[in-house]
């Protein structure tokens, strides 16, 4: 017992020291007795206080490990929770993690208080003291275990264990008030002694976690709800409970992104992301790989939050008369998120403003030898200002400051950047949701072609993205700012005046930079905008480039826009360059003004606490002079992108119908612009009409008859008046007549057997004119009738079908349409396919039914195709139908408006593309005993006149007008002439062109060129189905490289800027970085001998004078260097980007025609869009910065090691640390930013492909189906980049460890050897300056050498494509005058696409004489047109030759061979720019030719009749000229070219018969003596040629005159001519 006794008196005078705890008091004087007294004598015993204050924790730490292990062992029900990747967090979950993290800052700061105050005690010999400290260590030990504890709660979901959590917090707060206490007995409980504020502090701490755990025992405990369960097992009742806590997002299996559902230390560290990093590191991350989204980053949440407010602010702007104001809209659907950012952002900046204060102390605290001094006074609690005045308090505070800074900043760029990409994602798709309802877009003033429709969606969308990004540094960096000033004040006095002013200068100059910017920035949109408009228009109309040789013409058009936006691009470099310049020498200029004068203001030497003091201050203020610029010009850019976007928004929609087929996307849509439109109040009609209809409505006579004006309605305004707030028409524009109302009710609803009425409809197609297009529009279409409409090429046929539509503005008058469900189907004149399967076409988005899809299938004559293809229906068939024929095409469209079963249906010229028997075949089995017999409604626009016999209603257009109506009966009798020339027409189109009911030995062989069209992609297919890709998929997958970016890209864009200018950058970077070490090495002898001659009392001006001089040579040295890098720089980045983009073009337009038929153009344009914007803009900016931060972290161990040479070696393992940590890192993020490149197409190609077939969509009621879409991809796009950027923050978060635990070592070696070793104090001050800064410089190093790498990929996608491989263009010119003849000759021909694939013409042996008009025949898809363009080399010759006038084509350079030839290609393309042009792009023809061509091509009434003659505009893709019309045009231009052979392929599907017969008399006059080789399917257009070529299976079968073979009744040529005679 005794020994026990001794040991235990052993440890209490270590613990409490002998005696030592007596009362200080001696005057206490004794109020009362017994117990009293007592406690009183107890409260004053510190040791024994603490000893009771440490109770609490020390069973914590005893009682939370025993209870976890009894949990964990004893319940069964937590073997599945064990393992669960998310956490369902309690209430209060993140404020627990804050109060917790500070709590055990403020004890670790307490016990440092202790351990400081017990050294003082020792050094005046007084024992040891470990309760002054060892109770601090026993609470931060618990508290952790508490944050385990807590954690396993959440975990395994157990509320109940915050019991012991609100037991030990209370038990906590009762041993924080008996200290308390104890202190005010002791005369300590004052705000300046150290431990009382560290015991208020935890006191308060302690206190919020209790109320925190009240709160969560209140909802999960005493109030919480049984979920309902019919399970009577435990175990499935827990497991009930816990599924019915689960949010939506995590009931989904492959939700991996848990940022929201995790604890507050892994969301803080990412530490949720380990999963991916490790599969990263594995192999190449996948898209499958990452899973889901959780819904609140997904586009359609994000949309719907954003439209909610867009709607309501469109209302405003409706009522205010004014446009929508984006911003407001933005900043009111995400207020909270930028309310919370700026939080952090506030607290990240002020933090970090203590830094420099810290610096300044630890240097005073190290020169004024403070050690010394304290250890001389008596021993006593520490005061505030002791305790933060020791130099290891502040290393450590410092290391505190920068993890905190470093946490903020993290969550806050996290957040920050997850908002910018939920704005970014409701920018993209409110911009395609408003293209869903535009007018025609290529009509719209130009302003909204694809080209800039694109850049709104990409390039504004990612201005808006970006200024969202740094939103905060607007009031931020003013506010810091002005802080640091203050700062400066205090430390330089009245030199912080003039540094004011140097920092006003440099900001007015950054300030002006960024305008000057931001006005050159719109320039470069400009010229981008137009660049990528010309190249997508190339991309999707290069066959006909290509086969008249015109693709160089178009190439130089391009390259004259990039040479303008790369000029603009250039100043805005050098302007950047400029800027960087000036942030470079911005310290040095400030660091010379200030210490310059501060010697002379003060009468002070500088000495080290204020020099570096100062310096970390100017750093700060360097930030805000670089970054408070840097902002403005990205809000530029971003007001600039968003007025952009408003008008865009403000732009006109189509007239919108509130019929039946309104699904909940048109009901959820109001309108953004002015859009007039009334509905009757019937259930049965939609009325679409304008105000002017209205008025002209009152002046009807009291019999009802409207009064039409004699002249058109030009003077209706094109805007009509905004309707009132409520959408409601004002009584003074829109109130009813008497008579009005009795008509409304007579017409109440349409009769039964009007399916469409058009009452005094004026119609047009600018919706900024008052001009019709249409005048005078009255129809009434039977309902289940065949409606007919008919007339000559230009005379508004397409234009009724688009009015009943609702595309075109509506002038005056009405629209009105029987309001059933599935109201309208539409097959466009020129068919719009999706880049997918062939039954995905047909569907459209529609159940699939069997039945009725193989009925379709075999009323369009579409089976016999499918049977040949690889994957039968679930084939793809290619952006815009591309692996078929254009009768293919056609039919597909066809068979999509058949199988919708909708009560209308509008189809354009469908019959134009389809031979005889085919289109005869889906005339009668498709449209009149599918439809027709079904009481369907089908408005039928065509000009096969044979089709009127089965007409019900015949419209005939004239003029825009319609001049005859009525039944086949009523036409003859008003105008019985019109109805004559009607049936001469049949007549002779029945002796020629109808065809034989069974189907020949022909029809079944020619099934079988499909399958040749897609033979040339059946290799690939093998390779998909190796690697497991789906049947069928005939578009190739996106190339994608994987691992490391390879050495050859690197060195491929090296070589593109020049070795000699990489290393002229190279040596001047580094002599700024020298001069630079020179100039801080400088300041730190200036600093040095201030403190000598403070000390030795030397005269400070001569001093100062000395070093201010070699100060300043030093940086007029720095900004020579820093000129000429940037100019180099510059200058070599500018002369790449010119040469990849340059090579890029210039390739690819030489690739053939597979690469474009397997590629989609949306892919392509990513090329040119956002991947030459990186290699324009981002890689000099990712380049500067590499270089800027990798010298700054080599000087920076450069001097560390000079100051200390022992850091060196504990520098090593915190470096391969940084190495590895890279090395892991940048697996994954490497291949995440190829999947965000790639996951950028699909967006792009969708919205081209949307645009294309707005009116298609629109008619389908398809609006919500494409924009589901749309907002599929974009959150797909949107998953890539949150987790790509989701791991930039994880490896930030490491490397700012790190880098703060480097900056710990090098604080405390620094100190210690500035205190006990001798080193000087300015170059310890230097060392932990420059490694402070380096440990935020570390982790940018890394992210940059990550985002060069990143960066690199998109010169690794532009190499890419420039080594697709070419045609063959070289080779040897024949005489100019070549062809002289037209003497064609192929000798035993095989084509096929490419050299591994097989053939799809054969052996073909035939000579065509000069002269000659030689006729292709066969089925659709029997290789006509193979064969045609065979003489173009679109093909490749694989055997044989083909010789035009005796010489072989192989062996002249295709573009002169195309250009030698003429062509009229069955898809007409027109390009936008002039008539002029479209015709002669090369100049080389005068106006009377271009007129004389026109006059012959049936158009010069129509060119004449614009305003501007042959200048006149050609919208996009000629949209603003008819398909008829188009293919006049491409045959003027075949007049001028006048070569000898011409090449004619369908050239007249889309024209009338009485056009086509005028076009036939004057070909047949005009090119007499020129070879004409025809493809037509109107057979009464070739049977006055020379020849005609039979083909099947790629083979030709028959070669004769056509009177010959007609006359010989087994020939393959009769069985198609025989009708039905």
């Known amino acids: 017992m005794e020994s026990i006794s001794d040991l235990r008196d052993a440890f209490l005078n270590w613990m409490c020291g002998t005696n030592f705890t007596q009362p200080v008091r001696a005057n206490i004087r004794a109020k009362s007795f017994g117990l009293f007294v007592a406690d009183q004598t107890l409260l004053q015993n510190t040791c024994l206080v603490d000893t009771v204050t440490s109770i609490p924790h020390v069973l914590a730490i005893l009682m939370f490990p025993l209870i976890l292990i009894c949990i964990r062992c004893c319940n069964a029900n937590l073997k599945g929770l064990f393992r669960s990747k998310y956490l369902i967090k309690y209430p209060g979950h993140g404020r627990r993690w804050v109060c917790t993290l500070l709590l055990i800052v403020a004890l670790i700061g307490s016990g440092v208080e202790g351990a400081l105050t017990d050294a003082r005690y020792r050094h005046h010999s007084h024992p040891t003291q470990p309760h002054l400290y060892l109770p601090d260590a026993c609470a931060v030990l618990a508290t952790i275990l508490a944050i385990l504890f807590i954690h396993q709660m959440e975990v395994w979901r157990r509320p109940k264990m915050a019991w012991l959590l609100l037991i030990y917090w209370s038990a906590a707060i009762a041993g924080n008030s008996i200290y308390l206490i104890h202190l005010d007995y002791r005369q300590l409980a004052e705000p300046n002694i150290a431990t009382f504020d560290f015991a208020v502090i935890t006191l308060a701490l302690h206190g919020m976690l209790l109320l925190n755990e009240l709160n969560v025992i209140r909802l999960k405990v005493v109030f919480r709800k049984s979920p309902r369960t019919n399970s009577s097992k435990p175990h499935e009742k827990f497991q009930d409970s816990v599924n019915s806590e689960l949010p939506s ?17 892994s969301r803080i560290t990412f530490y949720w992301l380990g999963r991916l990093l490790k599969i990263g590191f594995k192999h190449p991350v996948e898209l499958k790989d990452l899973g889901s ?22 209302k405003k702007a409706a009522a205010a008369g004014r446009m929508i104001h984006l911003w407001r809209v933005c900043f009111r659907a995400y207020w909270w998120e930028v309310m919370t950012t700026g939080l952090l952002r506030l607290i990240a900046e002020l933090v970090r403003l203590i830094n420099p204060l810290a610096i300044s102390g630890l240097v005073l605290y190290i020169t004024e030898n403070e050690v010394e001094k304290r250890q001389k006074q008596e021993p006593h609690y520490l005061t505030i200002q002791e305790f933060f005045s020791n130099g290891f308090v502040l290393v450590g505070l410092i290391f505190v400051n920068t993890i905190t800074r470093s946490m903020c900043l993290t969550t806050y760029w996290h957040w920050m950047v997850l908002m910018s990409l939920h704005v970014f994602n409701a920018i993209q798709t409110v911009v395609y949701d408003k ?4 007018t025609n877009y290529s009509n719209c003033k130009g302003s909204l072609n694809v080209g800039q429709i694109t850049n709104h969606i990409s390039t504004d969308a990612s201005n808006i993205y970006s200024c969202f990004t740094l939103l905060h540094q607007a009031w931020i960096m003013p506010l810091l700012g002005f802080l640091t000033i203050s700062l400066l004040f205090f430390e330089i006095g009245g030199s912080a005046v003039l540094c004011v002013a140097v920092m006003a200068i440099t900001i007015l100059v950054h300030s002006k930079v960024a305008c000057w910017v931001a006005k050159i920035q719109k320039q470069v949109l400009f010229f981008s905008d137009e660049r990528l408009n010309k190249c997508s228009e190339m991309f999707q109309g290069i066959k006909l480039l290509k086969l008249h040789g015109w693709e160089k013409l178009h190439c130089e058009s391009i390259n004259k826009v990039r040479s303008k936006e790369l000029w603009e691009t250039l100043k805005v470099n050098v302007l950047m360059a400029v800027s960087d310049v000036l942030t470079f020498i911005f310290p040095f200029f400030i660091t010379l003004t200030a210490f310059g004068s501060f010697t002379i203001l003060s009468n002070k030497p500088l000495t080290p606490d204020v020099t570096f003091s100062s310096f970390a201050l100017f750093n700060i203020a360097m930030s805000v002079i670089y970054n408070f610029p840097t902002a403005l010009a990205y809000y530029v850019n971003a007001i600039i992108s968003v007025r952009r976007i408003q008008e865009f928004l403000s732009a006109p929609e189509v007239e919108k119908r509130s019929d039946e087929c309104v699904d909940e996307y048109t009901e959820s849509k109001p309108s953004l612009s002015p859009i007039h439109e009334n509905s009757n109040g019937s259930s049965n009609v939609t009325i679409k009409r304008s105000r002017r209809f209205l008025a002209r409505k009152r002046r009807q006579d009291e019999n009802g008859e409207l009064l039409i004006p004699a002249t058109p309605p030009a003077l209706v305004p094109a805007t009509p008046p905004a309707l009132s707030k409520d959408s409601t028409p004002s009584p003074s524009t829109t109130s009813t007549s008497p008579s009005e109302d009795s008509d409304n009710k007579k017409n109440e609803g349409l009769p039964s057997n009007v399916a469409v009425k058009v009452e005094n409809g004026y119609f047009t197609w600018d919706p900024e004119t008052n001009v019709p297009v249409l005048s005078n529009i009255n129809l009434e279409i039977p309902t289940g009738k065949l409606t007919v409409i008919i007339g000559p090429v230009g005379s508004g046929k397409s234009s009724l079908a688009q009015a009943i539509l609702g595309e075109m503005k509506t002038l005056s008058g009405s629209v009105k349409l029987k309001k059933k469900k599935n109201t309208i189907a539409y097959a466009a004149q020129k068919p719009w396919l999706i880049n997918g399967s062939l039954r995905e ?3 459209f988005g529609q159940p699939y039914h069997a039945k009725r899809y193989h009925k379709v299938l075999k009323a369009c004559a579409l089976q ?27 039919r597909v469209s ?12 509008i189809m354009d010229d469908v019959l134009s593309a389809l031979d005889m028997r085919i289109g005869t075949q889906v005339f009668e089995e498709g449209i009149i005993r599918m439809m027709r017999r079904s009481r369907h409604t089908v408005v039928l626009v065509t000009h096969q006149l044979q089709c009127l016999q089965n007409a019900d209603h015949i419209i005939v257009m004239k003029d825009g007008k319609i001049s005859r109506q009525g039944t086949r009966q009523e036409i003859a009798r008003l105008d019985p002439a019109l109805y004559c020339r009607w049936k001469r027409a049949v007549h002779l189109v029945s002796e020629s062109e109808t065809e034989s009911e069974v189907e020949s030995e022909t029809m079944r062989e020619e099934r079988q060129n499909l399958l040749k069209q897609v033979t040339k992609y059946q290799m690939e297919e093998e390779d998909r189905r190796k690697t497991g890709t ?13 691992g490391p970016v390879s050495f050859k890209v690197y060195a491929y864009f090296l070589h593109a800027m020049g070795y000699r200018a990489l290393a002229l950058i190279i040596a001047t970077y580094l002599m700024r970085e020298s001069l630079k070490m020179c100039a801080n090495f400088w300041l730190t002898s200036w600093s040095s001998a201030g403190q000598q001659s403070k000390e030795s009392g030397l005269n400070e001006e001569s001093v100062t004078m000395y070093y201010l001089i070699g100060y300043a040579a030093i940086v007029v040295g720095c900004i020579l260097a ?12 500018f002369i790449a980007a010119q040469h990849l983009h340059d090579g890029m073009l210039h390739n690819i337009i030489k690739a053939p025609m597979r690469f474009f038929d397997t590629t989609p153009v949306g892919r392509i344009l990513v090329r040119f869009s956002f991947d030459t914007a990186v290699i324009d803009r981002g890689i000099i900016d990712t380049a500067d910065n590499l270089l800027f931060y990798f010298l700054s972290c080599f000087s920076a161990l450069v001097i560390s090691t000079v100051a200390m040479p022992m850091f060196f070696i504990a520098f090593l393992p915190i470096c391969l640390c940084y190495f590895f940590l890279q090395k892991y890192f940048i697996e994954t993020g490497r291949e995440l930013k190829r999947l965000e490149s790639i996951s950028k197409s699909p967006i792009l190609s969708h919205v081209n492909e949307t645009l294309d077939g707005l009116a298609t969509i629109r008619a389908f009621r398809a609006e919500r189906r494409f924009l589901d879409i749309l907002q599929e991809r974009v959150t797909t796009n949107t998953k890539v980049y949150a987790y790509l950027w989701c791991t930039y923050r994880w490896i930030t978060v490491r490397m700012d460890i790190l880098g703060s635990l480097m900056v710990l070592v090098t604080g405390v070696c620094t100190t210690y050897s500035a205190l006990y070793n001798g080193l000087d104090p300015s170059l310890a001050a230097l060392a932990i300056t420059y490694v402070l800064k380096a440990s935020s410089q570390v982790n940018l190093l890394i992210r940059r050498a990550t985002d060069m790498e990143i960066q690199m990929n998109a010169v690794e996608r532009v190499k890419h494509y420039t080594s697709i491989p070419n045609e063959l263009y070289l080779g040897t010119k024949p005489p100019s005058d070549w062809p002289w003849k037209g003497h064609v000759t192929f000798n035993n021909v095989s084509l096929r696409y490419a050299k591994d694939l097989q053939l799809v013409v054969q052996g073909v042996n035939v000579e065509l004489r000069p002269g000659e008009k030689v006729a292709l025949c066969g089925q659709t898809g029997s290789g006509k047109t193979s064969l045609a363009l065979s003489l173009f080399r679109i093909l490749d010759i694989c055997q044989g030759e083909i010789l035009i006038d005796g010489v072989d084509i192989t062996t002249v350079p295709v573009e002169h061979l195309r250009r030698a030839l003429s062509i009229i290609p069955q898809d007409p393309e027109l390009f936008t720019g002039s008539i002029r042009r479209n015709l002669d792009p090369e100049c080389l023809s005068s106006d009377i030719e271009l007129w004389s061509a026109l006059e012959i091509a049936q158009l010069k009434q129509v060119v004449s009749g614009l305003e501007k003659g042959l200048d006149s505009d050609v919208a996009e893709g000629g949209q603003n000229f008819s398909i008829g019309q188009r293919q006049l045009f491409c045959l003027a231009r075949a007049f001028l070219r006048k070569s000898r052979i011409l090449v004619m392929d369908e050239a007249t599907a889309s024209m009338d018969m009485e056009t086509d017969k005028i076009l036939q008399e004057v070909i047949a006059t005009t090119f007499a003596d020129r070879t004409l080789l025809t493809i037509a399917h109107r057979f009464s257009t070739i049977m006055n040629f020379d020849t005609v070529l039979v083909l099947s299976n790629g083979k030709i079968i028959e070669h004769d005159s056509p009177r010959k073979l007609m006359n010989d009744e087994d020939s393959a040529f009769a069985a198609l001519a025989r009708g039905n005679e």
């Open 1030 to 1042: 789906k049947d069928g998929a005939l578009i190739q997958a996106e190339e994608r490289e994987k």
């Open 435 to 438: 293209s869903l309802r535009l």
């Open 894 to 905: 066809l068979a999509r408006a058949i199988y919708s079963e909708r009560n209308i249906a």
């Open 864 to 890: 016999a195709d499918i049977d040949v293809l690889p994957a039968g229906d679930l084939t793809e068939i290619g952006e815009k139908g591309l692996n078929l024929s254009g009768g293919q095409k056609q």
């Open 293 to 314: 989204l959780p819904e609140i980053h997904q586009a359609r949440f994000n949309h719907d939050r954003f439209m909610k407010v867009l709607e309501k602010e469109a």
């Open 249 to 265: 997002d995590l009931t989904d299996p492959e939700m991996h992104f848990m940022d929201e559902n995790c604890s507050m230390l």
């Open 841 to 843: 076409n047909i569907l």
């Open 1122 to 1133: 820093s000129v000429i890098a940037g100019a180099s720089l510059v200058y070599s980045l």
